[in-house]
């Protein structure tokens, strides 16, 4: 991959988004839009979560991760803070790859 393409889709990405902001920009948007628009990170990052989670390279891979993520998502359903979800779950990975588990 070249420099100039690198750039060239540097630009293209960034004109979609000034496109998307100068055309939206003082307009009121329905409230059905505004719901979805609010939802977008959330998606994004969950979507983030599992393609690390499941995934290596291009291979689809149950590891030691999947447990680690489910035993943060078992917190965070239990409203645990956060600095305790952070480390059981590392922990609970960090065990499981020790077991052999990878």
């Not at 999947?66 to 035993?71: A, E, I, S």
Request: aromatic share 6%.
């Amino acid at each position: 991959m070249s420099w100039s393409l690198v750039l060239l889709l540097a630009a293209g990405a960034f004109g979609a988004k000034a496109i998307g902001f100068f055309l939206l920009a003082g307009r009121d948007l329905p409230p059905a839009v505004e719901r979805c628009l609010a939802l977008i990170p959330a998606a994004v990052v969950a979507a983030l979560v599992v393609k690390d989670t499941f995934s290596s390279g291009r291979d689809l891979v149950v590891d030691a991760r999947v447990l680690g993520v489910g035993v943060a998502v078992v917190l965070v359903a239990r409203r645990v803070p956060f600095v305790v979800v952070v480390v059981a779950a590392a922990a609970v990975t960090a065990l499981a790859r020790q077991a052999g588990w990878t």
